[in-house]
């Protein structure tokens, strides 16, 4: 069965402070992982990786994967308030339009 | 640009009530589609997917179905539901196999009483 661990679950820094989300998985013919931002509702999407070692980098959000020890991490640098939100890993196996496998999630809180 | 609806917004059902919530994307044609649930404290469960019109596959036996009457049309039912129904609904579309991203509707806050 597919899986995804996200830690932490919980996170609360103060603004400016920089983050590392962590999210590591379990696939069966692996295809890509995704990451998500979640704020009140509907996800919406940030990055997607399928080859190690490539670093995506938007604004100061970036990624990287690691297909031989199976993890991602999203860092988020000069953390804003406007950054809190619900920080969501995605897998994507390779076996047809399955639809992607979810994390729990990643609860960030900058306080100001 | 693509767009994605869900309505309604919010839901409150009494147990052993049908249920029907619906799916619309525009400025695409063929999309895959998905229903996922998000229940507290859990990740987002892909429940449905569908490649084409009348085709659907589900991912976990429960008390919904699904149905894809039109290409960019997704529709979540249940004859009777549950307690353990109640739970935030979100319907995504992608573009296939491959291209992994998929976007997201806005989602239907469903409680069962």
């Known amino acids: 069965e597919d899986k995804v661990v996200q830690s932490p679950l919980s996170l609360v820094v103060h603004e400016g402070d920089t983050v590392t989300l962590n999210c590591s998985y379990e696939?069966?013919?692996?295809?890509?992982l995704l990451w998500y931002k979640q704020e009140k509702k509907a996800p919406t999407f940030l990055f997607m990786l399928?080859?190690?070692?490539i670093e995506k980098k938007s604004g100061r959000l970036s990624s990287i994967l690691d297909k031989k020890e199976l993890f991602s991490i999203l860092n988020i640098t000069a953390t804003q308030t406007g950054d809190s939100a619900v920080y969501l890993c995605?897998?994507?196996?390779?076996?047809?339009?399955?639809?992607?496998?979810f994390g729990k999630g990643t609860h960030l809180i900058i306080q100001p | 640009s693509q767009t994605i609806h869900q309505w309604p917004a919010t839901l409150v059902q009494p147990v052993g009530s049908p249920l029907s919530l619906e799916c619309t994307v525009e400025?695409?044609?063929?999309?895959?589609l998905y229903w996922y649930r998000q229940a507290a404290g859990r990740g987002l469960q892909l429940l449905f997917y569908?490649?084409?019109?009348?085709?659907i596959s589900s991912e976990v036996p429960q008390n919904l179905s699904a149905s894809r009457p039109q290409d960019r049309q997704f529709i979540l039912s249940s004859k009777k539901l549950l307690l353990s129904d109640s739970g935030f609904y979100l319907c995504?579309?992608?573009?296939?196999?491959?291209?992994?991203?998929?976007?997201f509707g806005p989602g239907t806050r469903l409680t069962v009483l």
């Open positions: 995504a579309w992608g573009r296939g196999l491959g291209i992994g991203e998929q976007f």
């Open positions: 696939v069966t013919n692996f295809r890509s």
């Open positions: 399928t080859s190690s070692g």
């Open positions: 995605a897998v994507e196996p390779g076996r047809g339009a399955d639809g992607l496998t």
């Open positions: 400025g695409t044609s063929n999309p895959n």
């Open positions: 569908s490649v084409g019109i009348g085709q």
